[in-house]
């Protein structure tokens, strides 16, 4: 049985609700999933909505996006340092200085659109995020003299 998260996004909950409540659930046998269909059922009833995220393994772990995020910071600061400010990477009128917010909207969301066809980083997968990291890391190696490697447990 692959692994199963979701989010339920929900104030409303009883006391009896809350046996299979909080921000991340993992999934992992039959009893869990029927506790959990349980708890979607009660809590569907009784609001307007409820938010669901399936998770699996072969989707990026929270691990890969405090890296992403890592990342893109580093990039920014790179860029930062080497004077490389929006004009000279992206060719925008005016000057602005790099944040990690910045490099995510404005490098690794397009890169990820056109490489992997996705635009959210929870839909990626595990390689396509070490594919994207790549793409990247090549770029401004080659075109600004910049190496920022993707971080991992051993950086």
Request: net charge neutral.
């Amino acid at each position: 049985m692959s692994l199963l998260h979701w989010v339920m996004m929900n104030n409303h909950l009883t006391e009896s609700d809350k046996a299979f409540t909080g921000r991340y659930n993992r999934i992992e046998d039959d009893y869990q999933l029927k506790v959990a269909k349980e708890s979607i059922d009660k809590a569907f009833e009784k609001n307007p909505w409820i938010e669901i995220q399936i998770r699996t393994p072969s989707t990026r772990t929270i691990k890969q996006n405090n890296a992403l995020w890592l990342f893109c910071n580093q990039i920014s600061d790179e860029l930062n340092k080497n004077g490389l400010d929006m004009r000279d990477v992206l060719s925008p009128k005016i000057f602005m200085e790099w944040t990690g917010d910045q490099v995510m909207q404005r490098i690794w969301k397009p890169v990820m659109k056109v490489h992997c066809n996705k635009t959210s980083t929870t839909r990626l997968e595990k390689k396509e995020v070490t594919e994207i990291a790549d793409i990247l890391t090549r770029h401004f190696g080659e075109t600004h003299g910049i190496v920022v490697v993707f971080p991992s447990d051993e950086s």
